[in-house]
């Protein structure tokens, strides 16, 4: 993120996306987005959540300017989003699978997309995008030798090359085998640490858990829950830690405060989290010279989810 960008400039503390009361039909008797309001702030991983025909894609279609709104407004850095925005200069969007001509190498797509917009290759942000995406010495491959997971990691490469401020991502996983999930999942984790703000729609809860850190419940176009992932959770978690030394790490685990029904699980620990943060416990265990390979909540946000939508639709 560029803190001189006139996108974030004079913002006075403005989301970076802002919706007021959208709604979008599609003739008389579809309704995909149902006065919806709702914010993603600087530095959120804002998860869209929903099951297939919640109207997902269409919201961020209309964030970008693709569909146009039947009432509300969308503000993307505090200011009024038009179609054809100059803000979106300061987004990155994969809406869309992506699309590569497969005879050029990855490097070659990503340079014939940047100079089809017009600007020179030397603006864009060529080295931080190959970084974030690690095709490592696969970028100089035909793109038709590419896995699905690579051709992913290629279409987030391409939509970084202007350095964006803003990510919307629809469905960055789908299609994907469980590595190449991770994979994204991971790529998607260095961004959000390198400073950026994603807001991304998926359908797959675990995902939305394992790197978002708010999220909203669209259910048949309409907004029926927001907060926090813990929030929406609640405020007891269960967690799968897979270690190399399960006595050791359950005799710590009973000293910390927040750690409750711990059990030997399989090849590590189940144990349920109350006010404390996962990652001090993963930080705790490996401080203490204990291998931690895999860390998993143990489906609780599918739990929230399907009880949100049975509650709704009741």
């Known amino acids: ?37 709702l914010e993603v702030h600087d530095g959120m991983v804002f998860g869209l959540l929903g099951p297939n025909g919640a109207g997902k894609t269409t919201l961020l279609r209309v964030l970008l300017g693709l569909v146009h709104p039947n009432n ?17 200069r300061h987004v990155g969007a994969l809406i869309e699978s992506p699309g590569f001509v497969p005879h050029l190498s990855g490097m070659e797509n990503l340079k014939a997309y940047w100079l089809a917009g017009g600007d020179p290759l030397s603006a864009a942000h060529v080295d931080e995008a190959l970084a974030i995406a690690d095709l490592g010495s696969a970028i100089h491959r035909k793109v038709r030798t590419y896995s699905k997971g690579m051709q992913q990691r290629l279409a987030l490469a391409q939509v970084l090359l202007n350095g964006p401020e803003l990510l919307i991502l629809d469905e960055p996983t789908i299609g994907l085998d469980p590595g190449e999930m991770r994979d994204v999942r991971e790529l998607i984790g260095r961004l959000a640490e390198g400073g950026a703000t994603v807001l991304l729609s998926s ?6 858990e394992q ?15 927001s907060g926090t992932v813990d929030d929406l959770i609640g405020a007891s978690r269960r967690v799968f830690l897979e270690v190399d030394d399960s006595a050791r790490a359950i005799k710590l685990l009973e000293t910390i405060t927040g750690v409750s029904r711990i059990e030997r699980d399989g090849a590590g620990v189940s144990l349920s989290l109350t006010g404390v943060d996962r990652k001090a416990i993963v930080a705790a265990l490996v401080g203490a010279g204990i291998g931690v390979e895999t860390v ?14 049975e509650k709704v639709g009741a």
């Open 1 to 37: 993120m560029d803190p001189q960008s006139p996108a974030i400039a004079n913002r006075n503390g403005a989301a970076a996306v802002a919706v007021v009361g959208l709604t979008k039909r599609f003739g008389e008797d579809v309704v995909a987005v149902d006065d919806v309001s």
């Open 296 to 309: 998993e909540s143990r489906h609780s946000l599918e739990d929230a989810f399907l009880g949100i939508v």
């Open 203 to 208: 359908h797959i809860l675990a995902e939305v």
């Open 72 to 88: 509300g407004e969308v503000f993307l850095f505090g200011e009024r989003m038009r179609p054809g925005s100059p803000l979106l």
């Open 211 to 225: 790197v978002c850190t708010h999220a909203a419940v669209m259910n048949r176009g309409k907004l029926v829950a």
